[in-house]
C-alpha cells in the first residue's frame, strides 16, 4: 500500500496433543523506503483456537537490502513471548 501499512493473515491446521487443530497468524506493520533499502515494522498475534494459554504477540523488524538481481532480508523477532495467554 502506499502508505506503508500493511496486514497480512495466515492460517493452517497443526497436529497438538493439548486439543488445537488451527494455527492463525495475524501480522499488522509498516514499511517505508530509504534510498535503496526498505525497513518494515511490527507484530505478529499468534493464535492456537482451542488450546489454553497459546495466544502470544512478537513484534518484528526487518530491513530488505538489493544485491544484483535479489534481495537480501535480515530481521528480528522479540526474543519471548510479549501477551498474555488467551482465555
Do not use: C, K
Amino acid at each position: 500500500h502506499q502508505s506503508g501499512l500493511f496486514a497480512r493473515a495466515w492460517g493452517s491446521t497443526i497436529a497438538s496433543t493439548d486439543g488445537g487443530t488451527v494455527e492463525l497468524n495475524l501480522s499488522a506493520g509498516y514499511e517505508w523506503q530509504w534510498g535503496a533499502v526498505e525497513p518494515s515494522v511490527g507484530a505478529t498475534l499468534y493464535v492456537f483456537p482451542g488450546i489454553d494459554r497459546s495466544t502470544y504477540v512478537e513484534v518484528f523488524q526487518e530491513v530488505a537490502i538489493p544485491i544484483a538481481d535479489a534481495t537480501l532480508t535480515l530481521g528480528a523477532d522479540s526474543p519471548e513471548r510479549m501477551a498474555a495467554a488467551a482465555h
